[in-house]
């Protein structure tokens, strides 16, 4: 099915509009870097790649990616894309929708689910709704900032509504502290009219991956998927002040490592990884997503973030050898190269009429 696709890669060229008030925060690069080496790798795997320059270099993400325009999209298209791998922040009113109404190939989310369960407040909530073990929490805002009560104990969590990795995160352990803290955050309007306070977890952190319904390549053998599926949990360590650190200052597997068969084997692992499942479901993915749970002193889990976007980065340019992202991470366990996780990547594209 690979053999007659051309595929192009979409990067973020700019801030995805204000939403309800509420702001998120651009990565620098607009995952250009994760790109390309999407891009370098699907291209040493035999795949057909359309790039904006004819003869890329290894060593320059742009020459790999198209900007997620219109023109940008366009220029692809006249260059022979047949599948857009949408690398990107998408929203409602993005400019892929009206190619996706038209037909076109993509491998990614869709635009309006992104729109909807970016948003962790809507999202924590519909997960509790349904039973899923989400941290307490409170929503902040400009209006009852000055007003708003918690009804659980410090120390507790600050972040933005729509968040990006770890940025604006912070650990708080008093009232004053927090106060200081959400005025800061609200003054620089980095992240808009509203905030998100939670009860800090001080247990294990792991981050899940999950994989979409389809057929997968696994071991030389190819293997159906009729539900939701999980990748073997990533542990996270070294936290710097109670929270992982963004990929960008500390590389993820300086920090991170996959649980063992043994751990993964235990009653609690498989439990939260069927509850991931789940929350997959719930938010119709339809690709990767990635959730990030942590146990309270207790050791029950907790799922705190979905990531509707997990960072795809990859060791595949010879310049980033320490750049395996988390899911990277959790595919190697069952096997996968970079290059198998993005290949059965690209085998769950889907279309207007598939999806």
Same mark, same amino acid.
């Given at each position: 099915?690979?053999?007659?696709?051309?595929?192009?890669?979409?990067?973020?060229?700019?801030?995805?509009?204000?939403?309800?008030?509420?702001?998120?925060?651009?990565?620098?690069?607009?995952?250009?870097?994760?790109?390309?080496?999407?891009?370098?790798?699907?291209?040493?795997?035999?795949?057909?790649?359309?790039?904006?320059?004819?003869?890329?270099?290894?060593?320059?993400?742009? $020459?790999?990616?198209?900007?997620?325009?219109?023109? %940008?999209?366009?220029?692809?298209?006249?260059?022979?894309?047949?599948?857009?791998?949408?690398?990107?922040?998408?929203?409602?009113?993005?400019?892929?929708?009206?190619?996706?109404?038209?037909?076109?190939?993509?491998?990614?989310?869709?635009?309006?689910?992104? $729109?909807?369960? $970016? $948003?962790?407040?809507?999202?924590?909530?519909?997960?509790?709704?349904? &039973?899923?073990?989400?941290?307490?929490?409170?929503?902040?805002?400009?209006?009852?900032?000055?007003?708003?009560?918690?009804?659980?104990?410090?120390?507790?969590?600050?972040?933005?509504?729509? %968040?990006?990795?770890?940025?604006?995160?912070?650990?708080?352990?008093?009232?004053?502290?927090?106060?200081?803290?959400?005025?800061?955050?609200?003054?620089?309007?980095?992240?808009?009219?509203?905030?998100?306070?939670?009860?800090?977890?001080?247990?294990?952190? *792991?981050?899940?991956?999950?994989?979409?319904?389809?057929?997968?390549?696994?071991? &030389?053998?190819?293997?159906?998927?009729?539900?939701?599926?999980?990748?073997?949990?990533?542990?996270?360590? &070294?936290?710097?002040?109670?929270?992982?650190?963004?990929?960008?200052?500390?590389?993820?597997?300086?920090?991170?490592?996959?649980?063992?068969?043994?751990?993964?084997?235990?009653?609690?692992?498989?439990?939260? !990884?069927?509850? !991931?499942?789940?929350?997959?479901? *719930?938010?119709?993915?339809?690709?990767?997503?990635?959730?990030?749970?942590?146990?309270?002193?207790?050791?029950?889990?907790?799922?705190?973030?979905?990531?509707?976007?997990?960072?795809?980065?990859?060791?595949?340019?010879?310049?980033?050898?320490?750049?395996?992202?988390?899911?990277?991470?959790?595919?190697?366990?069952?096997?996968?190269?970079?290059?198998?996780?993005?290949?059965?990547?690209?085998?769950?594209?889907?279309?207007?009429?598939?999806?």
């Amino acid at each position: 099915m690979t053999d007659k696709i051309a595929v192009a890669i979409l990067y973020q060229a700019s801030k995805p509009p204000v939403k309800d008030g509420i702001v998120k925060p651009m990565k620098p690069g607009g995952y250009a870097d994760s790109g390309a080496d999407i891009g370098y790798c699907l291209l040493h795997s035999n795949i057909a790649v359309i790039t904006p320059e004819t003869h890329p270099s290894v060593d320059v993400d742009l $020459d790999w990616v198209f900007p997620d325009t219109t023109q %940008g999209i366009e220029l692809a298209l006249s260059k022979g894309a047949t599948v857009f791998w949408l690398n990107t922040v998408l929203y409602s009113g993005h400019p892929i929708e009206s190619f996706i109404e038209k037909g076109i190939m993509v491998v990614g989310q869709t635009p309006e689910n992104v $729109d909807l369960y $970016d $948003d962790k407040w809507t999202t924590n909530n519909l997960l509790r709704q349904r &039973n899923l073990p989400t941290p307490q929490s409170i929503l902040v805002t400009t209006e009852n900032l000055k007003a708003f009560e918690l009804n659980f104990p410090f120390p507790v969590v600050t972040k933005p509504i729509r %968040g990006r990795g770890s940025e604006g995160v912070t650990l708080v352990s008093s009232q004053s502290e927090l106060s200081e803290i959400l005025n800061a955050m609200f003054a620089t309007e980095n992240y808009g009219a509203a905030l998100y306070v939670e009860e800090y977890l001080s247990g294990q952190e *792991l981050t899940i991956t999950i994989m979409p319904p389809g057929n997968y390549s696994i071991n &030389n053998s190819t293997k159906h998927y009729a539900n939701y599926w999980c990748l073997p949990p990533v542990k996270r360590f &070294n936290h710097q002040n109670g929270i992982a650190p963004y990929n960008g200052t500390v590389a993820v597997i300086n920090n991170s490592a996959v649980l063992s068969s043994e751990e993964l084997a235990t009653p609690k692992i498989q439990t939260l !990884c069927k509850q !991931c499942e789940t929350a997959a479901e *719930l938010v119709n993915a339809k690709a990767p997503i990635r959730i990030d749970c942590r146990a309270n002193t207790e050791g029950n889990y907790f799922l705190f973030d979905l990531n509707m976007k997990p960072n795809m980065t990859g060791a595949s340019r010879p310049q980033r050898g320490d750049q395996d992202s988390l899911t990277a991470l959790a595919a190697r366990q069952i096997g996968w190269t970079y290059a198998d996780l993005l290949l059965n990547m690209l085998q769950q594209r889907w279309t207007k009429a598939s999806r």
